[in-house]
């Protein structure tokens, strides 16, 4: 139960003023650059003169088709972070008291209810800078607190999206949000000192005199699976040296399968020239095309790429251990692309769940046991990618 519970319902999310403005400039914003990634594709094939009936090919092109996949991609999520935003926004404002820490570049909060209880624990879309400082201590929710909502100070202010992720690990909050259970005395029988241990894990000491109550240690949290690494033991057979050559081999496959291309093109478009002129846009293109067939089609079908059907290898998903489904292949191939600017990986969450590793086929079809404890493997840097199987191989 929320604080406004209560008292007189607050209204829908979207009939607050500064909240229908947020709303309102964020799906505007995204449009807008989806709108401008898919202008690039006809630009490019304008300025590289695929469209016209030209006797070289041009090179012109080659900003515009840069442009494409990052403008459609950072698009399409913003234009789906937007849908959430509005779908959250159809339900009322309910208030909550807030607790807020921010972890590495995430912003976490937790909602507590009236009665004390956590009502769920979320982080924010946003991660440039810290939208809840300490002396935020009530908020209005719109939504479910234990999936997705919109959060926002009293009013409509500071209107972010927050969600529940699947997969990050949540988190050690500074104070507690669930009351304690009502403490039944247990006589600590196995030792002489005067100790005494609660049921809910307090231990009282008596020093001079007096009652001191030691909370318990606050427990672990358990690391997420990461499947197919270099060090799980459910795949033993060596594989690195698989895992790299299978790797250049795709590597140079796409290039030479991408200049073939373009020679092709050339050699119809320039029929009496001596000298051919490949285009650079055309190789470019076809390079993403080929690698997508490759790394997203294939080995969405046989579960390998040509590298890894040639070196006995699979494909695993790090966190379930089985095939990943396609839209993990996807946006694999999507990081990949991009993973030289760096960018993706910091907003991503576990960024190495989208370098998926490789195997042998015999230990993919063998039976595996329960998954050991492993160490949290997100150090804040890019994985090695040939030796962790990350990209290609």
Not at 55 to 71: D, E, K, R
Not at 230 to 245: A, E, Q, V, W
């Amino acid at each position: 139960m929320s604080l406004s519970d209560t008292a007189a319902p607050l209204p829908r999310a979207w009939l607050t003023a500064r909240t229908l403005w947020t709303l309102t400039w964020t799906t505007l914003r995204a449009l807008l650059i989806l709108a401008g990634g898919i202008a690039c594709i006809p630009l490019f094939l304008h300025q590289s003169g695929i469209l016209e009936s030209s006797t070289a090919a041009s090179n012109n092109g080659v900003p515009a088709f840069l442009a494409i996949l990052p403008l459609t991609w950072i698009g399409l999520v913003m234009t789906r972070t937007s849908i959430r935003r509005w779908i959250a926004a159809r339900h009322r404002w309910r208030e909550f008291r807030l607790e807020s820490c921010r972890y590495q570049i995430s912003e976490w909060v937790r909602l507590i209810d009236s009665d004390g209880n956590a009502a769920g624990t979320l982080v924010l879309r946003k991660w440039i800078y810290q939208v809840f400082s300490g002396e935020d201590q009530v908020v209005w929710f719109a939504g479910r607190p234990d999936k997705v909502g919109l959060i926002a100070l009293p009013g409509g202010r500071r209107t972010q999206l927050a969600y529940r992720p699947l997969t990050q690990i949540t988190p050690t909050f500074l104070t507690a949000s669930t009351p304690a259970p009502p403490q039944r005395e247990i006589v600590d029988t196995t030792t002489d000192l005067p100790t005494k241990v609660t049921a809910n894990g307090f231990t009282v000491h008596r020093v001079d005199g007096r009652l001191v109550m030691v909370p318990p240690s606050t427990p672990k949290p358990e690391p997420p699976p990461d499947f197919g690494g270099t060090g799980d033991s459910r795949y033993p057979t060596p594989r690195k040296l698989r895992r790299t050559l299978a790797y250049l081999f795709d590597v140079t496959v796409h290039v030479g399968l991408a200049v073939g291309f373009a020679v092709a093109i050339a050699a119809v478009t320039q029929p009496r020239a001596e000298q051919l002129d490949l285009s650079v846009a055309v190789s470019l293109g076809a390079f993403t095309v080929i690698s997508f067939l490759d790394r997203v089609v294939l080995q969405h079908l046989s579960h390998a790429t040509f590298g890894k059907l040639i070196f006995d290898l699979v494909i695993v998903d790090r966190d379930t251990g089985h095939y990943p489904p396609f839209r993990r292949l996807f946006w694999s191939w999507v990081y990949s692309m991009f993973a030289v600017t760096y960018i993706p990986l910091e907003l991503a969450e576990r960024p190495q769940r989208y370098f998926l590793p490789a195997v042998r086929t015999a230990d993919m079809r063998s039976p595996r046991t329960t998954p050991p404890t492993q160490e949290p493997t997100t150090t804040g840097r890019i994985p090695d990618a040939v030796g962790n199987g990350a990209i290609d191989a």
